[in-house]
């Protein structure tokens, strides 16, 4: 085939285009022709084609994503808010901490190694490319039902996947979550989060401006991998009818990335650069239109030089591959040698292949012709915008009538022995340590907290012990019964954990996992959680600094459940003041933070003992959210609480459960008055924490607690070696180990 | 004197600022070693830090070996100067045949990242005199390559000549022959183990032990000494 130029485009406007194929609908077809006066070049309409997708355009979910920026809480530490690679926060004394946390779903699905290992890679460069050295990642996941056989096909490949290319990177993973769920069966979630850190100085945008300066593609070579992986695989539901797509997941090289990273590092450190961009999804026609974008507009390339894995590409193919481990600076030409000499130090592969210029247009050759001609800002952020129909969905009423409350409770001790048991084994409520020590929590030797803590949290400053919390969470069984509410919790829970960390929260990043949003089902339960996650940021006061949006995560018509996750970043001042969830003194007092209700909607008790899912999900009052949370951060500066666990999914018993196993010390509960004992071990009432209280700090605590309001109940005493709830029953901390860490190993190893 | 103590980075080596900071923590002046350079720049002894170096692609420290400051270490080592691989260092050393044996794919075929039980064997080489023989410590062991074998001769002499520096002593976590973490060389100046003593020098960091940080007293004190 001839190559297909700009001036050829001109002369043959009837000529036939696949926009179909790549995944074009008439309409934005018709729009680019319009924008160009033309019909687009076939390297042109590649570009077009992955930018304009979901994955990269946002079409369907920015109308409603502008609420996080306008429902903006007064808060001093953004720095740099949504729409660049990562929002960017002031940690106090001159650093500055980015972080974010995006999907790699659809890939994972369909080559589970790769896709979540890649996944890591993207995260990892995206904070990369605001100046900052990576400090640590997190994993929130959720995979179809435990015992299910392609569960056994994608876990493994999953975390060994996340493993691989995350400890070879060297990065400690902190935290995140797995979750089993049958509505995740073809469609497993593999979110990846990354925590970087900079002083204020440091922080890199990506633009080009600046004529003349030049433009250095540096790292691994372009090969045919990944291409039209945005557009193929993020925005289309899997059917089984198609041929298979695995030539469309990337493959990726962590070897290659850790040289990335220290060379990076060490070009920033001699500013060296104007500008920086990533290349992930939608590669090169990514990382050029949106540097010329966001600069003054002009840049020509010659794509001719782009060094190559596989010298059979096509111009079109390399525009689109996705293949790893790759940047592009933006260069002030008396740099450049000095950029080359730090790249050939460690050994990275960089190659000048254009330059900033004077117009506004994105121009791209190919062999001294020319195949691209563009207003830059109309393939980067002049995508088109849908106005998508949602309602509430006609089954929504039915299942929030089927209230939890009416399911059979257990009717004495030893049956609630025997639902205390099953539910700490349940895969969800397990133990997830055969997961997580398959990734590197020591690395880079600032590790304070890891899983199976509350929070992940990392020293940044040697000298003054400044440092970072981060937590995880999504609930989506709460988010179906509600997705509001379910938003606002998943807000709420990680808010909890890093304030039970003992650090203060101070901006969030989400990644909201949907179904279809041609779906007004799932468009409208998108609508719920974005409008929930707005109002809910809005009254903590912690802003959203930047996500992603994974839509099209559904097998045929059944939609997974509406799953957003938070990410909530905190800081603290002192990491030796740091709360960890373990009980380990003896004696020590037991007090329950917050009010318990009957609440067992999309609880964990509903869901392992009688497989339901119905009512309504807890009440959030983000009001004493904050309350808690101001306690429990006060207590742990002032050395008041040794221990602290979030009440969450699970409720009572499963956070004592594992602080004591955590600890190997027992507890002796007593249920407080008021309450009964199924509810006090078993309700998901939010606001909630158990903490553990030096004798000697009684008194203050309650003193504290009392002047600022927050109810708490003295419910028992750290002692003995097996977890007692008195009047009811007791187990052995062996017989609770054995139950709580051996699932996942039995059903995975 | 201050002893200076070089950690040497090869492409895809990780632990080199955490090996860094513990010879800092002991009191020695930590020196940054590049892979590319012949000089060792004056220091006293060398720390080879854990990674992936070259990724590990070909097998686990096979193309560090013939890295240009693998041929000055190789020829001091020889000579006499203290060196201790972690992990991948490990690896590297016994690739480069300063110590005998190899590693080999975990038993169990995962990575695994846990706070690790050893045995201390021998308190006499020049990385371990601030133990006691037979002392028990933890620290953070994080590997995927790190299954100790040697054939059953080579073994039975490490074993006769006190050679066998670590065990692990709670589990096995990785199958490696009769336990062993750590190894010596004969002279006692070169060591290697697989587990992570840099890892284990701060209270409140990773495992909140200062377990390791015996490793890096030891060899100031040896070289103060000296």
Redesign the interface.
């Known amino acids: 085939m001839s190559l297909d130029t700009v001036e050829h485009a001109a002369e043959t406007p009837d000529a036939e285009q696949p926009w179909k194929d790549l995944g074009l609908k008439e309409d934005e077809y018709a729009r680019i022709r319009e924008i160009l006066g033309r019909r687009p070049t076939g390297a042109e309409l590649a570009m077009y084609s992955v930018m304009w997708s979901e994955h990269c355009s946002y079409k369907s979910s920015k109308v409603h994503l502008k609420q996080f920026g306008e429902k903006v809480p007064e808060n001093d530490a953004m720095l740099v808010g949504i729409g660049e690679n990562a929002g960017v926060v002031d940690v106090g004394q001159g650093y500055a901490v980015t972080f974010k946390v995006e999907s790699h779903n659809h890939p994972s699905y369909i080559e589970p190694y790769q896709g979540a290992a890649t996944g890591v890679g993207g995260i990892v460069r995206d904070i990369l490319a605001m100046g900052a050295r990576p400090i640590a990642v997190v994993d929130p996941l959720r995979f179809g039902a435990a015992d299910h056989p392609d569960t056994r096909r994608v876990l493994p490949g999953i975390v060994?996947g996340i493993?691989?290319y995350g400890?070879?990177?060297?990065l400690p993973n902190i935290g995140g979550e797995v979750v089993f769920d049958a509505c995740y069966q073809g469609n497993p979630l593999v979110n990846a989060g990354c925590i970087g850190v900079m002083k204020h100085e440091d922080i890199h945008l990506a633009q080009a401006s600046g004529p003349g300066n030049k433009v250095i593609l540096y790292g691994a070579r372009t090969g045919g991998d990944g291409i039209g992986g945005v557009s193929v695989l993020a925005s289309e539901t899997f059917d089984d009818t198609k041929p298979t797509k695995r030539p469309a997941v990337q493959v990726g090289?962590?070897?290659?990335e850790?040289?990335l990273i220290e060379c990076t590092l060490e070009i920033f450190k001699e500013k060296l650069v104007a500008g920086i961009q990533d290349l992930g999804g939608a590669g090169l026609s990514c990382a050029t239109s949106e540097l010329a974008s966001a600069g003054s507009g002009g840049m020509r390339v010659e794509l001719d030089t782009v060094p190559l894995r596989d010298s059979s590409l096509s111009p079109e193919e390399i525009l689109m591959s996705e293949s790893q481990e790759r940047m592009c600076a933006i260069v002030e030409p008396q740099h450049v040698d000095r950029f080359m000499e730090i790249c050939e130090k460690?050994?990275v592969i960089a190659t000048v292949i254009g330059e900033v210029t004077e117009g506004s247009q994105l121009e791209i050759f190919w062999h001294g012709e020319q195949i691209v001609d563009v207003p830059p800002r109309s393939v980067a952020h002049e995508g088109p915008t849908y106005h998508r129909p949602f309602a509430r969905p006609s089954w929504q009423d039915a299942l929030q009538a089927d209230d939890a409350g009416k399911l059979a409770r257990p009717g004495d001790g030893a049956e609630l022995r025997e639902q205390v048991l099953k539910l700490v084994g349940s895969p969800n409520q397990a133990s997830k340590s055969w997961i997580?020590?398959?990734?590197?929590?020591?690395?880079?030797?600032?590790?304070?907290l890891a899983m199976p803590e509350d929070a992940g949290m990392v020293?940044i400053d040697?000298e003054s012990n400044l440092g970072v919390a981060m937590a995880t969470d999504g609930n989506g069984r709460y988010a179906k019964l509600d997705p509001y509410t379910g938003a606002q919790l998943a807000l709420a829970e990680s808010y909890r954990n890093v304030a039970a960390s003992g650090a203060k929260p101070l901006a969030i990043s989400d990644c909201l996992n949907f179904g279809s949003p041609e779906d007004p089902d799932v468009m409208w339960q998108f609508a719920e959680a974005t409008r929930g996650l707005a109002d809910g940021c809005l009254e903590l006061g912690t802003p959203v600094t930047g996500g992603n949006v994974s839509l099209y995560n559904q097998t045929g018509e059944t939609a997974i459940h509406p799953t957003p996750v938070v990410a909530v970043l905190g800081v603290i001042d002192d990491?030796?003041r740091?709360t960890p969830v373990a009980f380990a003194e003896e004696g020590q007092l037991l007090y329950l933070l917050g009010d318990t209700h009957e609440e067992f909607g999309g609880s964990a008790w509903s869901e392992v003992i009688h497989q339901h899912l119905g009512g309504m999900p807890p009440k959030v009052d983000l009001g004493r959210e904050k309350l808690l949370g101001e306690i429990l951060i006060s207590a742990s500066r002032d050395g008041m609480i040794d221990a602290a666990h979030d009440l969450s999914d699970g409720g009572l018993i499963q956070a004592v459960t594992e602080s004591c196993l955590r600890g190997g010390k027992g507890a002796r509960l007593v249920v407080p008055d008021g309450l009964d004992a199924f509810t006090f071990l078993f309700s998901e009432s939010a606001g909630r924490a158990v903490v553990s209280i030096p004798r000697s700090e009684e008194l203050r605590f309650n003193d504290m607690c009392g002047a600022r309001g927050l109810p708490v109940a003295r419910i028992g005493v750290v002692d003995g070696e097996e977890i007692e709830v008195q009047g009811e029953f007791s187990i052995p901390l062996s017989e609770l180990s054995e139950a709580h860490e051996g699932t996942l190993e039995g059903l995975f190893? | 004197m201050t002893a200076r103590i070089g950690v040497v980075t090869f492409p895809g080596t990780l632990d080199d600022r955490d090996s860094l900071r513990a010879v800092r923590i002991a009191g020695a002046e930590p020196v940054s070693l590049w892979h590319r350079d012949t000089d060792l720049h004056q220091v006293d002894a060398v720390v080879l830090a854990g990674g992936f170096s070259y990724g590990d692609y070909l097998r686990a420290g096979a193309i560090s070996r013939f890295s240009p400051v693998m041929e000055t270490v190789i020829e001091q080592a020889k000579a006499g100067m203290p060196v201790l691989g972690i992990c991948n260092g490990f690896q590297i050393l016994t690739e480069a045949h300063l110590l005998p044996g190899a590693m080999l794919r975990n038993n169990h075929l995962h990575f695994i990242c846990r706070d690790q039980k050893l045995r201390v064997e021998n308190a006499e080489t020049a990385w371990t005199s601030d133990y006691t023989a037979g002392q028990e410590i933890s620290v953070p062991l994080k590997n995927v390559d790190g299954r100790y074998t040697a054939d059953e001769r080579t073994l039975d002499e490490l074993e006769a000549e006190g050679r066998v520096a670590f065990r692990y002593s709670d589990v096995n976590p990785n199958g490696s022959l009769r336990d062993i973490a750590g190894i010596t060389n004969a002279a006692g100046n070169v060591v290697g183990l697989m587990p992570h003593p840099e890892h284990a020098v701060e209270p409140l960091i990773g495992t909140g032990r200062t377990d390791g940080l015996g490793f890096f007293t030891s060899i100031i004190k040896k070289l103060v000494n000296a």
């Open positions: 060994a493993g691989g400890n070879c990177l060297g090289d962590p070897f290659q850790k040289l460690w050994d997580t020590d398959q990734y590197d929590r020591f690395v880079q030797g600032n590790t304070v020293r040697e990491v030796t740091r190893a």
